[in-house]
T-cell receptor, first 112, second 113 residues
Framework: DGGITQSPKYLFRKEGQNVTLSCEQNLNHDAMYWYRQDPGQGLRLIYY???????QKGDIAEGYSVSREKKESFPLTVTSAQKNPTAFYLC???????????FGPGTRLTVL | RKEVEQDPGPFNVPEGATVAFNCTYS??????FFWYRQDCRKEPKLLMS???SGNEDGRFTAQLNRASQYISLLIRDSKLSDSATYLC??????????????FGDGTTLTVKP
């Protein structure tokens, strides 16, 4: 089955620790994205990548980092510099930028 | 002003009702438009793309008005299962958001028996 996978579904970390969220797609899409969603709020773009080895900051990139070494993978690291990391993190991909995006099931991160 | 704006609702309608949502966008260079549905604590899922000529998928009709810079979603004969948050998405080829898609904050629909 083609699709996007994110792992883990739930993640708990202590304050001050870095944590990496996984995102893999087998749709052969060029573009990939990371969003953050807080309760009752809309999606906010963290980072996006148009092609392998290239990525751009979104609207709320501070405290986050990404890499795009393979077309299929776009991991997101939430660093200790992110002041309020507890949120629902969604990864998406699309054939090209501004084409329709397809989302993974998301990772709920709770920082204790 | 937000680049993509939606009425947050909530819209509370009885089963069988017709309900319409609007979404306005500020970038006149926008060229791709979509409606997504998001259930509580789930990921957004593509509902339909919006084309210049308008398009229909069963009970759902989407329209684009470039002159007034808005898109709309009409749901006819509402079902309980239509209860969700509906997100509009606008993609721009140029301007401040060139190459990116911008999501609205969503409109919440509750269909009641």
């Amino acid at each position: 089955d083609g699709g996007i996978t994110q792992s883990p579904k739930y993640l708990f970390r202590k304050e001050g620790q870095n944590v990496t969220l996984s995102c893999e797609q087998n749709l052969n899409h060029d573009a990939m994205y990371w969003y953050r969603q807080d309760p009752g709020q809309g999606l906010r773009l963290i980072y996006y990548s148009q092609i392998v080895n290239d990525f751009q900051k979104g609207d709320i990139a501070e405290g986050y980092s990404v890499s795009r070494e393979k077309k299929e993978s776009f991991p997101l690291t939430v660093t200790s510099a992110q002041k309020n990391p507890t949120a629902f993190y969604l990864c998406a991909s699309s054939q090209r930028l501004y084409n329709e995006q397809f989302f993974g099931p998301g990772t709920r991160l709770t920082v204790l | 002003r937000k680049e993509v704006e939606q009425d947050p609702g909530p819209f509370n309608v009885p089963e069988g009702a017709t309900v319409a949502f609007n979404c306005t966008y500020s970038n006149s260079a926008s060229q791709s438009f979509f409606w997504y549905r998001q259930d509580c604590r789930k990921e957004p899922k593509l509902l339909m793309s919006v084309y210049s000529s308008g398009n229909e998928d069963g009970r759902f009709t989407a329209q684009l008005n470039r002159a007034s810079q808005y898109i709309s979603l009409l749901i006819r004969d509402s079902k309980l299962s239509d209860s969700a948050t509906y997100l509009c998405v606008v993609g721009a080829a140029s301007g401040t958001n060139a190459g990116k898609s911008t999501f609205g904050d969503g409109t919440t629909l509750t269909v009641k028996p």
